[in-house]
């Protein structure tokens, strides 16, 4: 079994995991674009985002009461919503046919509104981040602004254009600009607040952070669709949502063990330090029968008050019991009748 330090420090063994994931994943990926075609490419990255939003947010809503800040509790119900809306991105994407009478706009439509969600969610999370929002509250105000989301573009066609045939729309620019700029406001309150985070903690949200602001960036300047730029993008996005994974399993899942065997270990430091300090008041003390002092280990007379107070946490206050009250009363009455004579 590990020392109980050693269980509190980052585990090389799960390093190296999320390493190994990180370059399988992006291989595979890579494969699928490169021997067989976009549409593939595209399907197997926005799966695995899917697969790894529901994953946050699982570890998230199950260790709800485990994560230490607002911003850690936040983030993981905003990934059910945004990842709702990257699967709707998905099965309407072009070339899927699952919907019949979606145009390229619509898949376009749901992507800014899923990274938006994210985006804003991040701000949010920084605003609330010393307060306890109760998760259920949390899940029904998501719901209510996905609701609305949806409706606008589905329902009403309210969303403005964000593709067309000549490429992307001012506004879908615009919106990714605004997006980027949510995340670099989450990036500067993260990095202020990197001490309030355990351990790699910040450290790896500021990566993720950086590397969505990069991606976003990808995908204002891209012209098609299977665009290299796109292709990076999403490369880009999978591993910074991938940090943002690690970060809420480290808080929510490992931590919190290494943190019982944390204060396990200092309240035995404690109940060890008590009882040397019990120990030290126990056995033979010398004391004097007539002035009531005790003589310490190095042959000093002390008086009882001062000994105790030195080899224990206990503090004196003095006064005086009934039976002595009477006696010095009756010595202050007896103070006159000597005078006198």
Request: overall charge positive; glycine content about 4%.
């Amino acid at each position: 079994m590990k020392d109980r330090d050693e269980i509190t420090q980052d585990d090389p063994s799960s390093i190296v995991f999320h390493i190994i994931a990180f370059i399988t994943t992006l291989t595979v990926l890579l494969l699928a674009r490169i021997v067989y075609s976009f549409l593939l490419f595209h399907i197997m990255a926005e799966i695995f985002t899917i697969i790894v939003s529901m994953t946050i947010f699982l570890f998230g809503w199950n260790t709800y009461n485990r994560l230490p800040n607002g911003f850690l509790r936040i983030i993981p119900v905003s990934f059910l919503f945004s990842g709702f809306f990257i699967i709707l991105h998905t099965i309407t994407y072009s070339g899927m046919n699952i919907m019949p009478g979606i145009n390229a706009d619509v898949p376009t439509q749901l992507w800014i509104t899923a990274q938006v969600i994210q985006a804003s969610s991040y701000c949010i999370g920084i605003i609330f981040f010393n307060i306890r929002l109760n998760k259920i509250f949390l899940l029904l105000i998501y719901g209510l602004v996905t609701l609305v989301l949806f409706h606008l573009v589905f329902i009403f066609k309210l969303f403005p254009e964000c593709f067309t045939q000549g490429g992307l729309t001012p506004f879908k620019i615009i919106m990714e600009y605004i997006i980027c700029f949510l995340f670099a406001t989450a990036l500067i309150a993260v990095y202020v607040k990197r001490r309030d985070f355990h351990g790699s903690i910040s450290g790896l949200l500021f990566i993720s952070i950086i590397l969505s602001i990069i991606a976003e960036l990808f995908f204002t300047v891209y012209s098609r669709v299977d665009d290299h730029l796109n292709v990076a993008g999403h490369f880009i996005r999978i591993i910074s949502i991938y940090l943002v994974y690690w970060a809420v399993f480290e808080t929510g899942v490992r931590q919190p063990f290494s943190m019982v065997f944390k204060n396990m270990k200092e309240n035995e430091q404690k109940l060890t330090e008590a009882l040397g300090r019990v120990k030290q008041l126990h056995g033979l003390l010398p004391i004097c029968s007539s002035c009531k002092k005790i003589r310490d280990d190095k042959g000093y007379w002390n008086q009882i008050e001062e000994y105790i107070k030195d080899h224990s946490e206990a503090e004196f206050s003095h006064g005086l019991c009934p039976e002595c009250y009477k006696t010095y009363e009756a010595m202050i009455k007896d103070l006159p009748k000597k005078t006198k004579k």
